[in-house]
């Protein structure tokens, strides 16, 4: 079975600018979470997403953003650039939606914004 | 609010030496407790899960990890580290709506 998929791998943006990222979870997952690792800040929950509805937030201004399809995948939306918005964007899916299910995490996007 | 503390940076142990990586969590209800390794560039892989039952849970890669309610903590051992096992390991707590809640991170150097 595919595992979680990230596209790109790779991003630069530069301020100002917005950026779409993409996340393709395991086929039969329908939950997908997003997640920010920066050095500074670590790892940090963005946002959850199950059968199209957002069911979770974390503490991101509404710059960040997402949604899901129907056959699972989701991408997350960042408008306006800062560069503090540089990290690696992690994706993760599960089945189906509950707290102690095991979440499977994809390799990331790497954003760099100058 | 839940939260989860890996009070050790950095880690070096000597290639077959045993490994113990600290873990502490805050969390209202029973815990669920993952730990994840991640190596440079990559995403996380799941080392193994604590949702109920047996308080020693087994992982992949010959990794265990005890839960202890009484002190809080979920730390992940492995009798005998390989050079390959050098990554950066987060501690998590499942929280509401399938959110995870990360620590810090310990990394792990294995010299030979």
């Known amino acids: 079975k595919a595992g979680v998929t990230q596209t790109p791998r790779y991003l630069i943006k530069t301020r100002g600018q917005q950026v779409t990222l993409s996340c393709s979870p395991i086929s039969g997952h329908r939950s997908v979470s997003w997640y920010q690792q920066t050095p500074g800040q670590g790892l940090q929950f963005l946002f959850e997403?199950?059968?199209?509805?957002?069911?979770n937030k974390g503490n991101f201004p509404g710059r960040f953003s997402g949604r899901q399809f129907s056959n699972s995948r989701s991408e997350m939306n960042v408008s306006t650039l800062e560069l503090g918005d540089s990290a690696l964007y992690l994706c993760?899916?599960?089945?189906?939606?509950?707290?102690?299910?095991?979440?499977?995490f994809g390799p990331g996007t790497r954003l760099t914004v100058t | 609010a839940q939260s989860v503390t890996q009070p050790d940076i950095h880690i070096t142990v000597s290639e077959g030496a045993s490994l113990e990586l600290r873990c502490n969590y805050s969390?209202?209800?029973?815990?669920?407790l993952f730990w994840y390794v991640q190596s440079p560039g990559q995403g996380l892989q799941l080392l193994l899960k604590y949702f109920s039952g047996d308080t020693l849970v087994q992982g992949i890669k010959g990794f265990e990890a005890e839960f202890k309610r009484s002190q809080s903590s979920f730390n992940l051992r492995k009798p005998s580290v390989h050079w390959s096992d050098a990554a950066e390991y987060f501690c998590a707590v499942g929280a509401y709506g399938n959110k995870l809640v990360f620590g810090a991170g310990t990394i792990l150097r294995v010299k030979s």
């Open positions: 969390y209202g209800a029973t815990p669920y």
């Open positions: 997403y199950f059968s199209e509805t957002q069911r």
């Open positions: 993760a899916s599960s089945f189906p939606r509950d707290n102690k299910d095991e979440q499977y």
